[in-house]
């Protein structure tokens, strides 16, 4: 039986990399953050449940077990995972298509779905496919994100008016609005506005007065981060004095005291087919979304995350949430940003914010009672719109009209088909976008630079040529998506009035030639043959040239392969006189 080495072990679980080093003051620097963002965490918790359409607890549940889990197997020192509100936005939309009315039934779904999404990115994560998000595009991504944003705050808007409202896209939710209007509750509204514009305030005006007041930037930072935590102690308190509960203000009622519950995800075949396509989608957003932060935060530090690692981490805090009563969660932005400013400086900050969400979940979850719904809503909108950022449609179509077709694509799908469409369509945007490109490959022919071994875009520097020479330099792999663009081009440039006696095809930026592309390369070489011309290579590197000498094609190569282009324009600049006249040498 083979021997598991140490290297394995800490490969799997970083924890043995970071506890070595662990130490009292490590400690309190996690521990300060994790203080920091056990406060934001509890009101944004039971506002993503909500946001998800599961019970409040929910939220809680999904902010303990879950963290303890990233903090084993996760790899970025600041990540802060738990609910988040695009995750819980696409949770409501999966467990909305199943058409569940029971609350167990609803609870079940959810549980299932975060372990359907834990199963995948663990086997991801073993079998070391990370790089599979790279397929989708950060235009995409962002533009999916913006219009998440945008449904997501439009989708709240109930609760601060007090009004029934529904729908899973951005006409039928505003419709839905304006359809209740007429029955909007003025004490709901008038604490959903007071609500929404205290936190925005907060996240802007507070810290800085409070500094001006003199007190320390660490104690500060604490108070302003606290805002969400205070706009939810004030309204509860006012709602509980003056009974407005009895005058339509819609609370969030009895939460649960006590330890998430151990539970178990349906193995109904039936439920995991409906389910799955969710979770594969909330697998690759959300895995997207937590690596995005995770790199950015562990670049200003100078460390490195493991993205194949990544999936794990993110895998067992699925599964985690799974067996402890929540429901999908991912890495957060805004709670990364947090914790990272905060000091976290190992994952155990992650896990003390654990044990601040169970002491809360254990002591804190009565005084919830009479929490107003419209304070939940004012918390998910101030921390969406930061999310929002429209500018992306102008950078894309300043810099490239296909990217802004794509973000624009996704908003417009995102907000008139939901979420769920938004995504699949971004994902298969993003692969159709890289299949676009590659398949029109960049081919620039070149000419030597005088005074120079350079060969440069003859339609961008002044070169030499030569017209019984064509050099063609090939700035992308070949593969069956490209390889006859590329023999087109060459074919519609050698048909010209031009003596051209050589062609070379440079291949310093090809990295790959598939079968289709060989296949391609042979008919290529034919084709000039027959026209009397000679195909040659240069700069071709060590992989791909491995890849050609297996084959027949270097046998039948018309011409030669040239260690460089200058090679190749010393060898081949002198044209090759022309073939005798047949009846000039009969006469001879």
């Known amino acids: ?36 963002v056990t406060i934001m965490l509890i009101p944004q918790s039971l506002a993503y449940a909500l946001l998800a359409g599961l019970p409040a607890e929910m939220g809680l549940y999904a902010s303990i077990l879950p963290l ?34 029971d609350p167990a039934q609803i609870a079940l779904a959810a549980g299932t779905l975060a372990f359907i999404s834990g199963a995948l990115l663990l086997v991801l994560g073993v079998l070391r496919l990370g790089f599979l998000a790279n397929f989708l595009s950060h235009p995409v991504i962002a533009g999916f994100i913006t219009a998440s944003g945008v449904l997501i705050a439009a989708s709240q808007l109930k609760h601060i008016f007090g009004i029934e409202a529904h729908g899973h896209t951005l006409i039928t939710v505003v419709g839905s609005l304006f359809e209740n209007l007429s029955q909007t509750s003025l004490i709901t509204l008038v604490i959903g506005v007071s609500a929404t514009a205290f936190l925005f305030w907060v996240r802007k005006g507070l810290k800085p007065r409070l500094l001006a007041a003199g007190l320390k930037p660490r104690l500060a930072d604490v108070l302003a981060k606290a805002g969400p935590v205070g706009a939810v102690a004030v309204t509860t308190l006012v709602t509980w004095l003056f009974g407005l509960q009895n005058a339509g203000v819609k609370i969030v009622g009895e939460v649960p005291t006590g330890l998430p519950p151990l539970t178990m995800p349906s193995l109904s075949p039936d439920l995991w087919n409906q389910l799955f396509l969710s979770a594969v989608l909330i697998s690759i957003i959300g895995f997207v979304e937590s690596v995005s932060v995770a790199q950015t935060l ?13 999936l794990i981490g993110l895998g067992a805090s699925n599964v985690a949430a799974a067996v402890s009563g929540g429901y999908p969660v991912t890495g957060g932005f805004a709670r990364s940003v947090v914790n990272f400013d905060a000091g976290a400086e190992t994952p155990a900050a992650g896990a003390f914010t654990a044990i601040g969400i169970g002491i809360a979940a254990l002591l804190l979850t009565p ?47 995102t907000l008139g088909f939901g979420v769920e469409i938004g995504v699949s369509s971004g ?19 070149v000419g030597l630079v005088p ?3 350079h060969f440069r875009n003859i339609n961008r520097h002044k070169v030499e040529t030569h017209p019984h020479l064509v050099t063609l330099r090939v700035d992308e792999s070949l593969y069956f998506a490209n390889a006859r663009f590329l023999e087109d081009y060459v074919l ?49 590197k060590g992989p791909v040239m491995d890849r050609l000498q297996r084959s027949h094609f270097l046998d039948d190569l018309t011409g030669r392969v040239f260690l460089s ?24």
């Open 565 to 588: 282009q200058y090679d190749a324009w010393q060898a081949l600049e002198q044209p090759k006189p022309p073939a005798p006249d047949a009846s000039e040498t009969d006469a001879a």
């Open 451 to 453: 005074g120079t071994h």
């Open 1 to 36: 039986m083979p021997r598991i080495s140490a290297q394995t072990f800490t490969q799997y679980l970083p924890i043995l990399t970071w506890a070595k080093e662990y130490n009292r003051d490590t400690a309190s620097s996690d521990i300060l953050a994790a203080v920091i």
């Open 68 to 101: 303890v889990a990233y903090a084993i197997f996760g790899t970025s020192r600041a990540l802060a995972v738990g609910p988040v509100a695009v995750v819980s936005l696409m949770t409501a939309a999966a467990i909305g298509n199943l058409g569940l009315s």
């Open 367 to 413: 005084l919830l009672f009479f929490l107003p719904k419209a304070t939940l809503a004012a918390t998910i909108i101030v921390a969406v719109l930061g999310l929002v950022d429209f500018s992306i449609l102008k950078r894309a179509w300043s810099y490239s009209k296909v990217d802004f077709a794509a973000v624009f694509a996704t908003i417009a799908l």
């Open 492 to 540: 519609g440039r050698v048909a010209c009035d031009e003596p051209i006696q050589h062609v070379v095809l440079m291949f310093p930026a090809v990295n790959e030639v598939d079968m289709s592309a060989l296949e391609t390369l042979e008919e290529l070489n034919r084709r000039l043959s027959e026209m009397g011309i000679q195909m040659h290579l240069s700069e071709v």
């Open 427 to 445: 994902v298969l945007i993003s692969i159709g976008l890289h299949l676009y490109q590659t398949s029109r490959p960049h081919v620039a022919e």
């Open 298 to 310: 562990a670049a200003k530090k100078r460390q490195r995350i493991q993205p194949d690692q990544e």
